[in-house]
């Protein structure tokens, strides 16, 4: 039984380890996390937010990394995300930045013009192009209708 508790006790300071220096020490190598909108952040089909990934940018901010958005839909679909964005306080946090006017919608060019290290989106063929444009970004597939939401891609 002593044991047992000690092994809580343990597992208790181990984890308060993991959170201080995600708060403190990780902070201080802050990156720059993209990621797409549409049914990455939100769900296309009824414009509810996708919480879990809502969720992880709020916490990418909350440790300092600089949070971008790249899109594929022209300018006429930034109003949608900045109001989006209004919603949960940080429209003057997160830059956004379009793809939809060029004839090839590719994000890779904008993602590595911002030196991004991490990125989320839902579609294989943006993934894809990024992967082999950007072969040093951390990717992840986004699928809202899938548990888990978020799979390494």
Not at 3 to 10: M, Q, S
């Amino acid at each position: 039984m002593i044991f047992l508790i000690v092994l809580i006790c343990v597992l208790f300071i181990l984890m308060d380890r993991n959170l201080i220096y995600e708060q403190y020490v990780h902070k201080k190598d802050s990156k720059v996390i993209g990621y797409d909108f549409d049914d990455c952040l939100q769900r296309v089909d009824d414009r509810t937010p996708i919480e879990v990934v809502v969720k992880r940018m709020l916490s990418d901010l909350s440790l300092g990394h600089k949070v971008v958005i790249v899109t594929s839909r022209g300018a006429i679909g930034l109003p949608e995300i900045h109001r989006f964005l209004q919603k949960y306080g940080i429209d003057d946090k997160v830059e956004v930045y379009h793809t939809g006017n060029n004839s090839s919608r590719k994000k890779s060019p904008v993602i590595k013009k911002l030196n991004v290290s991490r990125f989320y989106d839902d579609q294989p063929g943006y993934l894809d192009d990024i992967r082999i444009n950007a072969p040093h970004v951390e990717l992840y597939q986004t699928d809202p209708n899938r548990s888990p939401v978020i799979l390494p891609y």
